[in-house]
Structure formats: structure tokens, C-alpha cells
């Protein structure tokens, strides 16, 4: 995975966010892994990835559902173990901590954009 981070036009959202887009990355994506850091410090950029599952996690998760041109087109806030979720027209998901929604206030068809670090 690259480390990178989520920009929101100039504004450094996710000062730290992985971006997974092979096949082995995606696939293992959180599992085994430590909590992503709170209030949307930390995130996973799966791509592509039209919808995600939590089977196996220990935690809840907030989603971001972005389409091909990084646009929001779906957020699911508190998403717990043993759940999925998609959003129509999604390319990518952008995985965060619990609660990030509330404080990052992501809205549906704004752009964000992850930039290699």
C-alpha cells in the first residue's frame, strides 16, 4: 500500500490515508490491522472498490463512497462488524474510524482527492 493523503482542494482532510489498489491489498485491506487513528486522522483508500464488507473487523467503520472522478456519492456513518454497504455509481471507498464523518462533515458530490506523499 502507498501513503498518501485525502485532500479536499487545497484543504489536507486525512493527513494520513494508504491507498490499496492491487488485488492482495484490497483484498486484506483492514483486516488483521490496528484501529485507524480518530476524527479522520488516519483512512484506507480501496480502489477500485464499489462496496465494502466488514466481516471479520472488530470495529466500526465510516465510509466515503467516491465515483470515477473522486466525486462523494455516498457516505455510511457507524458501519459495524458483520455489515456491507455500496453506493450506487462508486469507484473507490475511502475507510475511516468511527465518528470521522461527524468531524471531517464530508457532503455528498464534493471532490476529494488522494495525492502521494
Known sequence: MKLG???????CLV????RAATPWTR?????????????GAEAL????????????MRYA???V????????????????????RAARGARKTLELD?????VLRVQEGE???WRER
Do not use: K, N, Y
Not at 493527513?15 to 494508504?18: G, H, L, Q
Not at 483484498?27 to 476524527?39: F, N, Q, T, V, Y
Not at 468511527?98 to 461527524?102: D, H
Open 65 to 84: 463512497f467516491l465515483d470515477a472522478q473522486d466525486r462523494v456519492v455516498g457516505t455510511a456513518a457507524e458501519v459495524r462488524p458483520w455489515r456491507t
Open 15 to 18: 493527513p494520513r490515508a494508504w
Open 98 to 102: 468511527a465518528g470521522s464523518l461527524a
Open 45 to 56: 483508500l480501496l480502489e477500485p472498490c464499489p462496496s465494502v464488507h466488514t466481516f471479520g
Open 27 to 39: 483484498l486484506r485491506g483492514l483486516l488483521g490491522r490496528p484501529r485507524l487513528a480518530a476524527s
Open 5 to 11: 493523503a485525502i485532500f479536499r482542494g487545497d484543504e
Open 61 to 63: 467503520l465510516d465510509l
Open 111 to 113: 471532490t476529494l482527492l
